[in-house]
């Protein structure tokens, strides 16, 4: 066959990598639990401040706290999805194949926490918590449906949350902590190569086979390029990690002996994650016009080459910015056996208006930014729980919880986060070895409502928006399907008070 004139500048411009947003992770990243003693209530626990872990929820309940203690837990996440492709399709319209993403969660992630307080006198506090405020781990696979939208996702975070508190008489007490936030992230997209090409040659004026037919729309180049063995998927992989800082402050307001309130807020934390991002084509097969890097130039070259000269390796960034979260939350102490408790939490997602990947120049090749539109809304959890005491040795928690979804609509659910919203239902007990030590478990269960995606890009292989005329990255693929998730959390914590 013969490509006419194909130029390099609208060569296999391929997707980019998935959107990072920590303010995605402020809700469907969010690891779950900071607390295996909270996680028992269903995080309605806020104002019982019965152990260090109160560092995370108020820091002025650490006013409550004699002597020196020490909780360290560990939580355990099982999730259980599935994804059903409802057609999926490239930019041309065209089934993009692939199965529906196989066991894309992992069987299992844990993570750790610690918590630390000491009483200074009868009137400050200190303390230090570290704990994993956000995780993500997604894989796909390579011959997903939606591939072009996303492969694969890792998240960690580490945040370490010096505190201190002062209390001012019986009833009032105030705390205050400082954040300092590390996060690492990687993330995988296939690059649409079959139709990059496909357009390219359209826009060049069409392909001309041997015989003389010509074929002039990229419908047709993509279905002939594929008979004849040319074309495949390229990956692009991308990484970054920074350190970010913040705060938050607690007041709590003492009733009496049997009742108390709390009020909490955690500030926003702005990191800028940088690293790189890294292309391979090995995978995209047949051969163009040499024309195409070099121009009147004879003979042809490997797609390949071709579409790597496009994308090179390149230094990228994301801004960060972690959404400012408030909470309002109440314990009663019924009689000695029963206590209630609630809490309403905000979290200010509508922030997050966009997703914004950019890659460096190098070599002069410009590489357009990934833009992933979000319009996120603030979102709420409400949650209820109450205590049983059973005996001296033993505690029986139980709680439910509504969490909100910051996601708006089918068209803004991205495949990095099928979040949705969901209901939690959670047991947890204590047990009090002696004086000094004691145990807590819990395990919950959060049932997320069925999810519908029918996210579009709206880029383009060739790297060029359709609409604007601006330089991009992205596929321009259509990912449709449904989400079905369940996650089983599974926490142990030990307590120490000397």
Wanted: net charge neutral.
């Amino acid at each position: 066959m013969k490509m006419k004139h194909l130029s390099l500048a609208v060569m296999l411009m391929g997707g980019a990598v998935a959107a990072l947003s920590t303010q995605a992770l402020a809700s469907g990243y969010q690891f779950g639990s900071q607390s295996v003693s909270g996680q028992g209530n269903a995080h309605a626990n806020g104002a019982e401040a019965d152990d260090p872990t109160t560092i995370f929820n108020n820091p002025a309940g650490m006013s409550r706290l004699d002597g020196t203690q020490i909780s360290g837990g560990l939580t355990v996440v099982v999730p259980h999805s599935s994804f059903s492709d409802n057609r999926s399709t490239n930019i041309l319209g065209q089934s993009t194949g692939g199965g529906n993403g196989g066991t894309y969660a992992p069987r299992a992630v844990a993570a750790p926490s610690l918590y630390m307080t000491t009483k200074v006198n009868d009137k400050v506090n200190v303390g230090l918590g570290v704990f994993v405020p956000y995780a993500a781990k997604l894989d796909y696979g390579f011959d997903w449906a939606g591939r072009y939208s996303l492969k694969s996702i890792d998240v960690k975070t580490i945040n370490f949350n010096p505190s201190i508190s002062f209390k001012f008489d019986e009833r009032n007490s105030v705390g205050f902590g400082i954040s300092a936030q590390y996060m690492d992230a990687s993330l995988d997209q296939a690059a649409d190569a079959t139709s990059g090409l496909a357009i390219a040659a359209a826009s060049n004026g069409g392909i001309t086979l041997p015989n003389g037919m010509k074929l002039t729309t990229p419908g047709q180049i993509s279905a002939f390029m594929k008979s004849q063995g040319i074309g495949g998927d390229g990956l692009g992989h991308v990484e970054g990690n920074d350190w970010g800082f913040g705060w938050n402050i607690g007041y709590m307001f003492q009733l009496d002996d049997n009742t108390r309130f709390g009020l909490a807020y955690r500030s926003s934390i702005k990191q800028k994650l940088t690293g790189s991002s890294t292309w391979t084509f090995d995978n995209v097969a047949g051969s163009v016009p040499a024309s195409a890097l070099i121009p009147g130039a004879p003979g042809m070259i490997p797609a390949s080459v071709a579409a790597k000269s496009r994308h090179p390796n390149a230094p990228d960034s994301i801004d960060v910015t972690t959404p400012e979260s408030a909470s309002a939350n109440f314990f009663h102490q019924i009689d000695p056996r029963w206590a209630v408790m609630g809490d309403v939490t905000w979290v200010r997602n509508s922030r997050l208006n966009e997703i914004r990947i950019k890659q460096d120049t190098v070599g002069g090749v410009s590489q357009g930014d990934l833009v992933i539109p979000t319009n996120w809304k603030d979102s709420y959890r409400v949650s209820v729980g109450a205590n049983y005491r059973y005996s001296d040795s033993w505690l029986f928690r139980t709680g439910v919880a509504w969490e909100q979804s910051p996601i708006r609509s089918d068209e803004t659910r991205h495949p990095a986060l099928p979040d949705s919203d969901r209901i939690w239902l959670s047991l947890g007990a204590n047990y009090k070895i002696n004086k000094n030590n004691s145990i807590d478990v819990a395990y919950s269960f959060i049932d997320f409502k069925d999810a519908n995606t029918n996210y579009h890009d709206t880029c383009s292989p060739v790297g060029v928006s359709p609409s604007t005329g601006q330089a991009c990255t992205g596929n321009g693929e259509t990912t449709r399907g449904t989400y079905k998730t369940y996650l089983q959390l599974v926490g142990i914590q030990y307590n120490y008070r000397f």
